[in-house]
C-alpha cells in the first residue's frame, strides 16, 4: 500500500532553514504528481508546494517562492523541501501528499487534489 514517512521538522529562530524529507513505497514514485502542504492550528490545509515527477515542474505558493524549494530524487523515492529564510509565520505541520499513480492533477496546490498523506512533521519558527 501507498506509504508516505515525513522527517526533518523541528523548531528553528526566525532566519533559519530545514530540509523536509518524505520517503515514498508503494507505488510507483515517477510520473506522478506529489505535494507538500500544512496546516497551522485553526487554519485550512493549504499547500506550499507541488511537483510533477516525471518532468520536474514545479509549483510554489507565492508566500513561499524564493525562500521553499521542492525536489525529488527518483533513485531513493523521496521528495524533499528545503526551507531557507523561515519565518514565524510558517509554523505548522508540514505534510507530504500523493495521487499514487500518473493521474492527471489539475490544481497541484489544491489539498483536496490528493489522495495518500503522510502523517505530518511539525515545523515550529520562533522569532
Known amino acids: 500500500q501507498v506509504q508516505l514517512v515525513e522527517s526533518g521538522g523541528g523548531s528553528v529562530q526566525a532566519g533559519g532553514s530545514l530540509r523536509l524529507s518524505c520517503a515514498a513505497s508503494g507505488y510507483t514514485f515517477n510520473w506522478c504528481y506529489m505535494g507538500w502542504f500544512r496546516q497551522a492550528p485553526g487554519k485550512e490545509r493549504e499547500g506550499v508546494a507541488a511537483?510533477?515527477?516525471?518532468?520536474?515542474?514545479?509549483w510554489h505558493a507565492d508566500s513561499v517562492k524564493g525562500r521553499f524549494t521542492i525536489s525529488q530524487d527518483n533513485a531513493k523515492k523521496t521528495l524533499y523541501l528545503q526551507m531557507n529564510s523561515l519565518k514565524p509565520e510558517d509554523t505548522a505541520m508540514y505534510y507530504c501528499?500523493?495521487?499514487?499513480?500518473?493521474?492527471?492533477?489539475?490544481?497541484?496546490?489544491?489539498?483536496?487534489?490528493?489522495?495518500?498523506w503522510g502523517q505530518g512533521t511539525q515545523v515550529t519558527v520562533s522569532s
Open positions: 501528499a500523493t495521487m499514487g499513480s500518473s493521474a492527471y492533477v489539475s490544481r497541484p496546490l489544491a489539498p483536496t487534489e490528493y489522495r495518500y
Open positions: 511537483i510533477y515527477t516525471g518532468s520536474g515542474i514545479t
